[in-house]
């Protein structure tokens, strides 16, 4: 008789375990966690149990911590993993260190993104963690697959996934957007990898069908599957039965207001040309664009979406 | 009959007789399964709230998760003492006086607190950080020490003495920032210098020094002398432990330590990246590390500052160590 091994599937990250399994082996996430959503369909991020190991290739991660845990990665010989150098918690005093130039160089310096990226090479374990309270999210990518994160969220990434950003597209949107200039993108090319987040808060998880759209605070967006696209809805915020004519004049100094307020942000200084272009002179010339209204960003399916609850600006660059 | 030294705290290492459900010394729950990294740090088994800890005639409760209050219950004549932004609340009985430090100009400079406040019996008092993480107890047996993260004590049975040390992790850069030095800046300014036209930030400030402290300029140092007692300290997010064997030596970013064994080294250690372009000083070409050995153990925090490094030059350091890749 041929004993079929029956495989349970997570309903994280969709990857198939062994059935004896308690927590997935991809992603850490609990299998047999209750699969509870809100009424309006989001999931919380799983619990990642303290302590969980997850394996990408020959190299493990393991996740301490609860209240702004760590990922504390076990390179195997020849496996390379990626990160912000100020994550960096402690290392092996043996695990070779380099940098990894980041396509598009000089207009990251404009956006205030990290310009080289840090690259460990096994075989040393190397540990990272965030500056606030928070869950991770592990993302195991399969080949082909590709996710977007906001910037800086990242918390590291297996050597085998391919980094590069998207440009957040429009000049009104990438004003707006409140998330910077452009997202991660990272693409699982030729072999399955591992993309690590950290999300400010709790972390919760939607997945959209295919045309549904959401309309979701920049601040609170943390990922997305590429699939989803990407665009700015700006509510007006002028009361109802106002004169139109005053609400006008209203919208027109407003703007007027905020121009002002955008020159005199870039005008500042002190910082040098990055600074200059960093998100206060941004968010102040977003104003320009949008007036009075309320900027959300609206995201389309199919493809998930994954939020954080705490948003405050974290001065991470 | 009961044996008294029957249980280790696998956290504090003190001894007790383990039929509680948390250690008498620094609350941590008995027989907790003990979980320890692979790499071998020991994560402090989260206090079980409301655990109470005997300190001599003394009691004191920790109540909380998210920012841990620390409640004594003080008996007559005994005392604690503590840095005034850790109060939280107090009863009638208990009366304060301060506690001056030696060395107040340098204590000052540093941005250390001047006075240290003493709480003395009967009566309750409490303590907090404003952090969100884990309040940590770490008793103190006659003749140990620990040295202490500045910043990072909530508050300290009197019969512990206080001290603090230089940390003896320093460098020093030119004034200006990199950014300024790599681009057009650096002429602009000396040009508005010349004209006498700048201020402020305007100025040329390449010929001053700057100082620079990844972990602080001292380490508060607590010693039991002949009574034991226990150092309360904070820690941002969570706390792990570590003990390292004699000559083991690890990398720790410099803000994350949180306290150690005197008897664990440190120095401060650059590492230079491998390839990448060295123009761009400032763009994580270097980091900048604790290189700290054994034998001892020593406690990290996931939680802490970002350490500011200029990616200038060194003019001036303690000693260090490199690595380039």
């Known amino acids: ?317 | 009959m009961s044996d008294a030294t029957a249980y280790r705290c696998p956290y504090c290492r003190s001894e007790s007789s383990g039929t509680d459900a948390s250690c008498p010394n620094c609350g941590a729950p008995v027989d907790v399964k003990i979980r320890t990294t692979k790499s071998g740090w020991t994560e402090l088994p989260a206090v079980a709230d409301m655990a109470k800890i005997q300190m001599g005639q003394s009691s004191c409760q920790i109540t909380g998760r998210l920012v841990p209050t620390a409640d004594f219950t003080l008996a007559a004549n005994d005392t604690v003492y503590f840095p005034h932004p850790s109060f939280l609340w107090q009863e009638d009985g208990v009366t304060m006086d301060a506690m001056p430090m030696r060395r107040a100009w340098s204590r000052m400079r540093a941005g250390l607190p001047l006075v240290m406040l003493q709480a003395r019996g009967p009566g309750r008092v409490a303590f907090s950080h404003d952090t969100a993480g884990e309040l940590l107890a770490v008793p103190l047996q006659p003749g140990a020490a620990v040295d202490v993260r500045e910043h990072r004590m909530v508050v300290a049975s009197g019969a512990i003495d206080y001290d603090w040390i230089d940390s003896g992790v320093w460098f020093t850069t030119s004034g200006g920032n990199a950014q300024d030095q790599a681009s057009g800046m650096k002429l602009l300014k000396m040009g508005l210098d010349v004209a006498g036209m700048a201020s402020g930030d305007d100025r040329d400030r390449s010929n001053e020094i700057e100082y620079h402290y990844p972990l602080g300029q001292y380490l508060d140092r607590f010693v039991a002398r002949d009574s034991p007692g226990v150092v309360f300290v904070q820690a941002g997010g969570n706390a792990f432990i570590r003990d390292l064997a004699e000559g083991e030596q690890i990398l720790v970013k410099p803000p994350a330590l949180l306290f150690k064994d005197p008897s664990v080294g440190m120095q401060l250690h650059v590492e230079f990246p491998g390839a990448g372009i060295k123009l761009w000083r400032s763009w994580g070409n270097r980091y900048l590390w604790l290189r700290m050995w054994g034998p001892g153990r020593v406690a990290l925090q996931s939680l802490y500052d970002r350490l500011e490094d200029p990616g200038t030059d060194f003019r001036d350091a303690c000693a260090y160590s490199q690595q380039k890749w």
């Open chain 1, 1 to 317: 008789m041929t004993d079929v091994a029956q495989r349970v599937e997570c309903r994280w990250c969709r990857g198939q375990s062994p059935a004896t399994a308690t927590t997935c082996t991809r992603c850490g996430a609990p299998l047999d966690v209750r699969n509870l959503v809100t009424d309006a369909g989001w999931r919380q991020a799983p619990k990642i149990r303290d302590l969980t190991e997850v394996q990408a290739g020959a190299s493990r991660y393991q996740l301490d911590g609860t209240v702004v845990p760590v990922a504390e990665a076990e390179l195997a010989e020849g496996d390379t993993a990626y990160f912000e150098h100020h994550a960096m918690l402690w290392k092996d005093f043996s695990v070779a260190m380099t940098v990894m130039d980041t396509p598009g160089g000089t207009k990251r310096i404009l956006a205030g993104m990290p310009f080289v990226l840090s690259v460990a090479h096994g075989p040393g374990r190397v540990s990272l963690s965030r500056d606030g309270a928070g869950e991770l999210v592990v993302l195991p990518l399969d080949p082909g697959v590709e996710v977007d994160a906001r910037e800086h969220a990242m918390l590291v990434a297996s050597g085998n996934v391919t980094f590069s950003y998207q440009k957040v597209q429009g000049l009104k949107a990438m004003l707006a957007a409140g998330t910077g200039m452009y997202m991660d993108r990272f693409v699982a090319t030729s072999a399955a990898g591992l993309v690590i987040l950290h999300g400010y808060g709790n972390v919760l998880q939607r997945t959209l069908g295919d045309g549904e759209t959401i309309d979701v605070e920049p601040g609170g967006f943390l990922y997305k599957d590429a699939s989803v696209t990407m665009a700015i809805d700006t509510i007006s915020l002028t009361p109802e039965g106002a004169n139109q004519g005053v609400a006008a004049v209203k919208g027109v100094a407003t703007r007027g207001f905020a121009a002002l307020k955008a020159a005199r942000q870039l005008t500042k200084g002190g910082d040098g040309l990055g600074g200059l272009l960093s998100s206060g002179g941004l968010q102040a010339a977003a104003g320009v664009f949008t007036g009075s209204g309320m900027t959300l960003m609206r995201l389309t399916g199919p493809g998930r979406v994954g939020i954080q609850s705490m948003y405050l600006h974290h001065e991470t660059a």
